[in-house]
C-alpha cells in the first residue's frame, strides 16, 4: 500500500514540472495566441507513453497528447538529445496548427519517460491566414508533418526547420515559438532529473505506476456510483461551412458495474468541410468530461481512461478517414462532444451537470500585409462566451468553457502588434438563459479593421441554441456582424471575406443554458 502523503507529494511534483514548462513558454514565446492568450498545453509522460501529469492548461490538447508521443515512440527511437515534432492529426494531432514537441528523459543510459508541449501556432500556411479556413481536405490547411526529429543527439535539424518555416506566413514568428517550445522542454527534463536524483529512479517510476493506479481506481468508483444504464443524447452543430445540412453528434452512454463504455454511433458521417475530427479529439472530450465528474484533487493522467471503452465509428465525423478537413474540428466538434456527452450523463446524475454551455471557441483569424511594418502578419484568437447553469448555481459570464482554457488577447497587446482597433469588448447582458439559476453570459466583441486583410471566422450556435437544463431556458444564440459604410450585415457563422479598412466586425457570442425552471408568483418572477 502506498503511503497516501508520498503519493500526493509526488503527485504535486509531476504537476510541478509541467507548469513550470508552461510558464517558461508563455515567457519565450513570440507569439500573442501563445504568450498573451496561452494557447498551449505542457505534461510529462512515462517510458510507454502513458500521460502521467499535466498543468491546468487546455484539455483538448491534453487528452490527445499521449496519442501524439505513442505515434512518435512507434515512428523513431528517440534518444538522449532528441526532440520529435508532430501536428499531423492522423498521427495523435488534433489539428495542423497545433505543433507538438516531445523530448526524451534519460538518465544512467535508461529512459526515464517524456515530456511535451502542444501549442497552437498563429499560422501554418494553408489556404488563409490563420490556418482555420473553410477547407475541404487536409492539404488545404497548413503544412503536415509526421513524426520527425526536429533535434538529434541535441543539433537542431536546420533542414526540417526550414522546410517549415517557408511553408508559413510568419517565419520570425514561428521560429520563436519553436524555440520556446524548445526551451519548455528542456526545464521539464532539468527538473525531473532533479527529483530523481533526490528520490532514486527506482522510486520515482514506482509512484509513477501508483499515481497511474489511484486515477483508475477513483474513476472506477466513480462509475460504480452511477446507476447502472443506457443513457443516450444528441445535438446538432449548424453546418460545416460548406453544406447548410445541420451535422447530429450522438453518444450512447452504457455504464455497468465500474465500466462505461462510449459509443459515437449514430453521428453523421464525415463532412465536406472541416468540422471533422480524428477520435485523438473525441478521446480528449471523453477524458475531461469524467476528469471534470472525478474532482480536481484526483490526478489528471491516463488511468483515468482505464476504465473506460471508447466506440468512434470510422468514416464520421468523430472519426474521420484521412484526408478529410479537420482544422475546426478540432475547436468546434470538440467543444460540442462536451454537450453532448454531458446531455447523456445528466439521465445518470443530474444534479452534477450543467446546461449546456456556449458550445463554439467563436475562431477568429486575421492576416495580410501590414503596410506600416512592411511585413506579413496572421493573428488567431476565440472568443469566450456564457457557461450553463448548473444545480445550486448560476453559470459564468464570459468566460472560456470546457475544451479550451486560454485567455483572451488584452486590448493594449492586440492594438500594439497588429492594424486592429478594438471598439468593445463587453459582457453580453441577458445572453444567458432563464430558470431558477441563470446561464452565463455571452462577449460582445467588435473590431475595426485599420488595413486590407482576410478574415476568417469559424463559430456555431448561430442556428441552434446552447440547451437549457431541468426546465431552464435555452441561451441566446451568437451572431457575428460585419458594418461596413454605415450598414450592418449578418454573416454566416462560418465565413471567410476581405475586410477593407474602416469595415467594422462585431462578433456576439452565446449565452449559457438555464437550469431548473424559474418561479413566477402574481406575475413578479
Not at 517558461?24 to 510507454?48: G, W
Not at 526515464?112 to 508541449?117: L, P
Not at 527538473?191 to 486515477?215: D, I, N, P
Not at 460540442?336 to 463554439?360: E, F, I, K, M, N
Amino acid at each position: 500500500m502506498d503511503d497516501p502523503i508520498e503519493l500526493e507529494i509526488f503527485k504535486h511534483l509531476f504537476a510541478s514540472v509541467a507548469e513550470e514548462m508552461g510558464s517558461r513558454l508563455q515567457r519565450s514565446a513570440y507569439s500573442a495566441n501563445i504568450k498573451e492568450r496561452r494557447d498551449f498545453s505542457c505534461a510529462v509522460f512515462n517510458a510507454t507513453g502513458e500521460l502521467i501529469a499535466q498543468a491546468a492548461h487546455i484539455p483538448v490538447h491534453l487528452g490527445a497528447m499521449p496519442l501524439s508521443v505513442q505515434a512518435c515512440l512507434k515512428a523513431m527511437t528517440l534518444e538522449k538529445g532528441d526532440i520529435a515534432i508532430v501536428n499531423d492529426p492522423y498521427h495523435g494531432g488534433t489539428h495542423l496548427p497545433d505543433i507538438t514537441l516531445i523530448s526524451p528523459i534519460y538518465g544512467h543510459q535508461q529512459l526515464f519517460g517524456f515530456v511535451a508541449n502542444r501549442a497552437h501556432h498563429a499560422d501554418v500556411g494553408g489556404m488563409s491566414p490563420g490556418s482555420m479556413p473553410l477547407s475541404q481536405e487536409l492539404y488545404q490547411e497548413g503544412v503536415i508533418i509526421p513524426p520527425l526529429k526536429l533535434m538529434s543527439g541535441g543539433v537542431l535539424n536546420e533542414a526540417v526547420l526550414t522546410l517549415l518555416l517557408a511553408n508559413v506566413r510568419t517565419p520570425l514568428e514561428r521560429r520563436g515559438d519553436l524555440h520556446a517550445q524548445m526551451a519548455a522542454n528542456r526545464i521539464g527534463i532539468e527538473r525531473v532529473h532533479a527529483f530523481v536524483a533526490r528520490y532514486g529512479w527506482k522510486t520515482v517510476e514506482a509512484k509513477m505506476k501508483a499515481l497511474l493506479a489511484y486515477s483508475e481506481q477513483m474513476t472506477r468508483r466513480l462509475i460504480q456510483d452511477l446507476p447502472d444504464g443506457t443513457y443516450h443524447f444528441s445535438d446538432v452543430l449548424d453546418d460545416d461551412g460548406i453544406d447548410l445540412d445541420p451535422i447530429t453528434l450522438a453518444v450512447t452512454v452504457t455504464i455497468q458495474d465500474d465500466e462505461v463504455m462510449v459509443d459515437f454511433g449514430g453521428t453523421s458521417p464525415q463532412c465536406r468541410g472541416s468540422l471533422n475530427a480524428v477520435s485523438a479529439i473525441a478521446l480528449s472530450a471523453v477524458a475531461y468530461v469524467f476528469r471534470c465528474l472525478l474532482g480536481l484533487d484526483i490526478p489528471g493522467n491516463s488511468g483515468c481512461l482505464f476504465p473506460i471503452r471508447l466506440v468512434t465509428p470510422e468514416g464520421t465525423v468523430v472519426n474521420a478517414k484521412h484526408p478529410a478537413a479537420i482544422a475546426g474540428g478540432n475547436v468546434e466538434t470538440a467543444q460540442r462532444l462536451v454537450d453532448v456527452l454531458l446531455g447523456a450523463l445528466s439521465q445518470a446524475c443530474p444534479d452534477r451537470v450543467p446546461a449546456a454551455s456556449q458550445g463554439t471557441m467563436n475562431n477568429l483569424a486575421i492576416g495580410g500585409w501590414d503596410v506600416s511594418r512592411q511585413m506579413l502578419f496572421a493573428y488567431y484568437e476565440t472568443i469566450g462566451g456564457g457557461m450553463g447553469a448548473s444545480h445550486g448555481s448560476h453559470g459564468a459570464s464570459a468566460i472560456h468553457s470546457h475544451m479550451t482554457n486560454t485567455q483572451n488577447t488584452p486590448v493594449e497587446a492586440l492594438e500594439y502588434v497588429y492594424p486592429v482597433r478594438v471598439h468593445q469588448h463587453a459582457v453580453r447582458q441577458g445572453s444567458g438563459g432563464a430558470g431558477q439559476y441563470r446561464g452565463g453570459d455571452g462577449i460582445i466583441r467588435e473590431l475595426e479593421f485599420l488595413q486590407n486583410m482576410m478574415v476568417t471566422i469559424l463559430s456555431d450556435r448561430r442556428t441552434h441554441a446552447p440547451y437549457g437544463m431541468a426546465g431552464g431556458e435555452a441561451g441566446q444564440k451568437g451572431v457575428n456582424v460585419l458594418c461596413r459604410d454605415g450598414n450592418e450585415t449578418v454573416l454566416p457563422g462560418k465565413v471567410n471575406f476581405e475586410a477593407k479598412a474602416g469595415y467594422r466586425l462585431r462578433i456576439e457570442t452565446p449565452g449559457g443554458g438555464g437550469y431548473g425552471k424559474r418561479f413566477v408568483y402574481e406575475g413578479v418572477e
